[in-house]
């Protein structure tokens, strides 16, 4: 069963618009297993415009690489809530290692100065993280700057977002299970292996 960190909250803002004409929103979180990441999942919110490709992709906080990424394209059909962004390969993530979930909202073209739509809440990570067994969201440690939430940046392509505003939260997440399917290659073609599989609380290959 897929594992997801804000299940279905609902933000306390559906749609903010921000005077920004491209924005990267992300969340920082780890895993207590290990596993594998197959979408980046965001809040759709009052004002997401139908047409509007939403780009997705997960990053190590570390070393700030992109371990992969998927796109998405909003339909009339997408209800107000969670949409799913698939990665166009499922990405192993390991337990207790820092890793940033992000998605690009585009600036909407029928709006004012070509404005960005989001959902959030204001000050969610200033109080607690996000404890949601196998995941978890980091509090917003803004006095040490060892740990921050709520980050952002600006700018036209999916980018490793730095900032914080407050703490806000805006519910980019992960889909996240157990089991997946990675390939290797072995002479010359691609072979699927099945990644460890949990068993009664045991891992197995």
């Known amino acids: 069963m897929p594992h997801t960190i804000f299940t279905n909250q609902v933000p306390a803002i559906p749609d903010v618009d921000e005077d920004a004409p491209n924005q990267t929103l992300g969340t920082t979180w780890y895993t207590e297993d290990d596993g594998a990441v197959n979408a980046i999942r965001f809040y759709l919110g009052s004002r997401n415009y139908d047409g ?89 440690n803004g006095l040490f700057l060892t740990e921050r939430n709520g980050l952002f940046v600006n700018g036209t392509t999916l980018t490793f977002p730095t900032s914080t505003f407050g703490g806000g939260c805006y519910f980019v997440d992960v889909v996240f299970d157990y089991t997946t399917q990675v390939k290797l290659r072995t002479s010359g073609s691609w072979t699927t292996y099945p990644l460890k599989t949990r068993v009664g609380g045991n891992w197995q290959l």
């Open 52 to 140: 509007a490709e939403m780009t997705g992709g997960l990053y190590n906080a570390d070393t700030q690489e992109l371990l992969g990424q998927g796109s998405y394209t909003i339909t009339a059909s997408d209800d107000i809530g969670f949409v799913e962004i698939p990665l166009s390969n499922a990405v192993v993530v390991e337990r207790n290692q820092k890793y940033i979930a992000a998605v690009l909202f585009p600036g909407q073209a029928s709006s004012p100065d070509a404005r960005v739509h989001y959902a959030a809440t204001g000050g969610f990570f200033l109080a607690n993280g996000v404890d949601n067994s196998p995941l978890h969201a980091y509090k917003d």
